[in-house]
């Protein structure tokens, strides 16, 4: 079974401070997505990372992904509090595997 | 607004008894897939159907069941339901299958008392 573990469970952080979140596995995927979930929605899909070592850019996030493809990161740059909400990562193995979510980051950013 | 309405928003019911959750996809997307989360387990993947047909399958009980209608839209049956059933049940749709970006509905959230 493909398992997806994140770090920190818990962020708590002042507006403008940088924070990174990080998703580890010791499965290969051959894609990882990043969503972020907000109080009484469902999770919105905010990148998906399909090479090994590939950086993608959204604003202010920045999201890694390992170059083995097991792991990858998100960097938030100067945290805002519109950026408070759960963060999943979910890994796509190969053939027609559902989604493996890992049990997601909350972030609180406190103005 | 992702597209992917669900119905009801909320629900409380008891111990044993049988509820049935309904979403309808994004228009023109032919898969459809329910999760559940909780606090202590996070977003697991019940079940997948395109197009009518159940496509995967992933840790749903028994006491549950889902089904995918002609014109696309899908429901989820829990039976015999337990105070652990509580939880947040989400739907998502997709154009084809696996490997495409879901979109995801706005949930039921479900209380067993």
């Known amino acids: 079974t493909q398992l997806l573990e994140q770090s920190p469970q818990f962020l708590s952080i002042q507006e403008g401070e940088n924070l990174t979140v990080y998703c580890n596995s010791s499965s290969v995927f051959s894609s990882l997505q990043w969503y972020r979930q907000e109080p009484g929605e469902g999770p919105v899909l905010l990148v998906t990372?399909?090479?090994?070592?590939e950086v993608k850019k959204l604003k202010r996030l920045t999201f890694q992904f390992g170059d083995a493809r097991k792991d990858s990161s998100l960097h938030i740059t100067a945290a805002q509090p519109g950026d408070t909400g759960l963060y999943l990562c979910a890994g796509e193995g190969s053939g027609n595997t559902p989604l493996v979510f890992g049990k997601g980051t909350r972030l609180s950013v406190i103005a | 607004d992702s597209g992917v309405t669900q119905t009801p928003k909320h629900l409380i019911t008891a111990t044993g008894q049988r509820v049935t959750l309904r979403c309808s996809p994004r228009s023109g997307d032919l898969s459809v897939y329910w999760y559940q989360q909780s606090l202590d387990q996070g977003l697991q993947f019940l079940i997948q159907?395109?197009?009518?047909?159940?496509?995967a399958k992933g840790n749903i009980l028994e006491r549950f069941s889902a089904q995918q209608f002609p014109d696309l839209h899908s429901e989820l049956n829990l039976s015999s339901l337990e105070l652990g059933d509580s939880a947040l049940y989400f739907c998502?749709?997709?154009?084809?299958?696996?490997?495409?970006?879901?979109?995801f509905g706005p949930g039921t959230r479900l209380l067993v008392l």
């Open positions: 998502a749709s997709s154009p084809g299958g696996q490997g495409e970006t879901q979109y």
């Open positions: 159907y395109y197009n009518g047909e159940e496509r």
């Open positions: 990372v399909v090479t090994g070592g």
